[in-house]
């Protein structure tokens, strides 16, 4: 079966002007979010079998869960996790069977129109509908920053957070050797940056560790890369719950988990680490130990955090 065509209005009848075709996995991600976490019901994409057949409602949420409805059986919806692959081809994954589908020549008309094929035989044209039982939300004044979005981006060497600018100091990058083996399909390096040096110390089994003295704040991330060696790259977070090493899902992509904001608290206050939920990292080789990384994404509280880091890195190389 083809690609169903979209019209070229939403769900509103209103052109979408100011929409831009995706252009890579990040891109399409935002096109497809349709709210920010679980019980977010205010859009959906409303999904139609080329022949009417079936019309399914998918929920997908900016924390990479996903809901479907089928229309046919309403009480019993599935849920699922998501994540884009290219700019036009995305994954979805149902951890109760295991079973995954993949979501190809997904292309858009707008904002709020899109057509795509599951697993390569199934063509589906969607449009993205507002929930009439949701509770509408308040409009924010233009003027004022949303929790979804920072107010400002990261510039060199400094996290925005909160309302607040911390400055960043140190880098520190270390290659992970439980993933050296040649049967492994990425490549994995955790990078780290705070405001403080980074020293090393031994545990009871001789374990090395390696944290920022000092440091009021630290952001961390796992970071997987094709092949053998570490590429420069933008990189798509993917839940902490995907094992993506010889995962044919993700054997050619470039992804990030198991990431994390830590602010280190004081005598007045505790320290609180927050979970990365969503976003995009990019990672550049500069030459030698330096090293530059850019992070956008969602915390698991709502909220928005940017990260910007060039400078050298210390390195630590478990594979020797």
């Known amino acids: ?76 919806p599935s849920t699922f996790t998501w994540q884009t692959n290219s700019a036009s ?33 199934l063509s589906l044209a969607c449009v993205r509908q507002a929930d009439e ?50 049967d492994r399909t990425h490549a994995w390096h955790q990078f780290r940056v705070a405001d403080a040096p980074f020293n090393s110390s031994f545990d009871l089994t001789g374990g090395v560790s390696w944290l920022p003295t000092g ?19 933008t990189f798509n977070f993917v839940p902490d719950t995907i094992d993506v090493q ?3 899902t993700y054997t050619d992509s470039y992804v990030f988990q198991n990431t994390n904001l830590r602010i280190y608290g004081d005598e007045s206050s505790s320290s609180e680490t927050l979970g990365i939920v969503s976003g995009t990292l990019s990672v550049t080789r500069l030459g030698g130990d330096s090293v530059a990384i850019r992070f956008e994404g969602t915390l698991e509280n709502g ?5 910007a880091y060039e400078g050298q890195f210390v390195l630590y190389d478990e594979t020797f």
């Open 1 to 76: 079966m083809g690609i169903q065509a979209c019209s070229s209005s939403g769900a509103d009848g209103a052109v979408d002007t100011a929409f831009s075709d995706p252009v890579d996995a990040a891109s399409l991600r935002e096109a497809l979010i349709t709210g920010k976490a679980a019980g977010d019901d205010t859009e959906y994409w409303e999904c139609s079998v080329a022949d009417s057949s079936a019309t399914f409602e998918y929920r997908l949420m900016a924390d990479g869960s996903g809901v479907e409805n089928d229309r046919a059986n309403p009480t019993v």
């Open 303 to 307: 909220e928005s955090a940017s990260v």
């Open 246 to 248: 010889n995962n044919p």
């Open 133 to 182: 039982g949701a509770a509408p939300s308040a409009s924010p004044d233009e003027n004022e920053p949303t929790a979804s979005e920072p107010t400002v981006s990261a510039s060199d060497n400094e996290v925005i957070y909160g309302g607040n600018a911390y400055a960043l100091t140190n880098g520190f990058e270390k290659v992970g050797a439980n993933y050296v083996p040649s």
């Open 89 to 121: 081809t995305a994954t979805t994954s149902v951890q109760a069977s295991g079973m995954q589908n993949e979501l190809s020549s997904i292309t858009f008309s707008d904002r709020n129109n899109m057509s795509l094929m599951v697993a390569q035989t």
């Open 215 to 233: 440091a009021s704040i630290q952001f961390s991330s796992n970071v997987y890369s094709p092949g053998g060696n570490f590429e420069s790259a």
